[in-house]
């Protein structure tokens, strides 16, 4: 009786340990019956919904993070027709993600990576003379509802691109794109620290990015302090947002840069005083109740 007991329990603590190792497994990469369901939803939803179109499904995958299998949808004529089908582990749709290509939001994510490639060139390129820790090119493009949101006023700036208005498919002219629109984000090192050192790099920062088609319309520059071999960081950085292209010119530019970059630090300063002092009235309050 003894002997069958422990046979008994044995074999429950086994099918118990291969019952929690097959539902982790689900939960990490699905399983096939589900992803057969899944794939037979979608070919039907597809049909259905998009029929009279060549759209395909391209494959699908399961994702952990949410528990959805997702089938990605594309389309042999259309490089900005690509979306996503999600279903659940019974095959059922959770959601379709085409408003990304009738929105303008592929043409634009297109968009901002063929000019990211043309920064990039630039940014890797071995004879650039920069220490760079963080550098890349992006377009200022945004959805309609968010040009007019007031919240966002102070986020998007007045050159910014309407996505509404792209057209699916369209070839556009990246460069002058990139001239209309295009955002530097660049932080250097340099030594020494100065407005006249950092409108030497400004200057030739454009004429590098004229010469290699990526022009752009403004520029976020940080110039920081070389990092000693020990301890930290010294304070003395440089820093301007949105620095119109217009603007990058000999004759005064230092001067633009110190105006700027006194600005900016005033704007952050006052920010920071704002977070303080309603972080104290949210601490007050906690004290009241």
């Given amino acids: 009786m003894k002997w069958n007991l422990r046979k008994v329990l044995a074999l429950s603590a ?7 190792l097959a539902w982790f497994a689900n939960a990490l990469n699905g399983n096939p019956i589900s992803k057969m369901m899944a794939q037979s939803t979608a070919e039907r939803y597809l049909a ?6 060549d759209y395909y499904i391209d494959h699908i995958s399961y ?3 949410d528990g959805n299998y997702h089938a990605f949808v594309r389309s042999p004529s259309s490089m900005d027709t690509a979306f996503t089908l999600s279903l659940n582990m019974l095959g059922s749709l959770r959601g379709d993600t085409y408003d990304n290509v009738l929105s303008g939001w592929n043409t634009a994510l297109r968009l901002d990576e063929e000019y990211r490639a043309l920064t990039d060139r630039v940014l890797e390129d071995p004879a650039f003379p920069y220490q760079c820790h963080i550098g890349y090119g992006s377009l200022e ?11 966002a006023a102070s986020e998007v700036p007045d050159y910014a691109l ?14 002058a794109l990139g001239r209309q629109v295009g955002h530097l984000i660049l932080s250097l090192e340099e030594e020494p620290l100065t407005f006249e050192s950092a409108a030497n790099i400004m200057l030739d920062l454009k004429a590098r ?9 403004a520029m976020d520059l940080t110039l920081l ?6 301890g930290p960081r010294p304070d003395g950085e440089i820093c301007v947002e949105d620095f119109s292209c217009d603007a ?13 970059d006194q600005a900016l630090k005033e704007h952050y300063a006052q920010d920071d005083a704002e977070r303080k002092r309603q972080e104290a009235i949210l601490s007050q309050s906690h004290l009241a109740s």
Avoid: C, M, W
């Fill in 141 to 151: 493009i945004y959805p309609a509802e968010v040009l007019s949101s007031p919240e």
């Fill in 248 to 260: 990058i010119v000999p004759n005064g530019l230092a001067d633009r840069i110190r105006e700027a």
């Fill in 209 to 217: 990015f004229d010469e290699a088609g990526a022009p752009f319309a």
């Fill in 225 to 230: 302090p070389p990092l000693p071999e020990e």
């Fill in 162 to 175: 309407n996505q509404d208005e792209l057209i699916l498919d369209h070839i556009y002219d990246i460069p």
């Fill in 48 to 53: 259905e919904t998009y029929g009279g179109t």
């Fill in 63 to 65: 994702s952990f993070k």
């Fill in 14 to 20: 086994a099918l118990v340990l291969i019952g929690g």
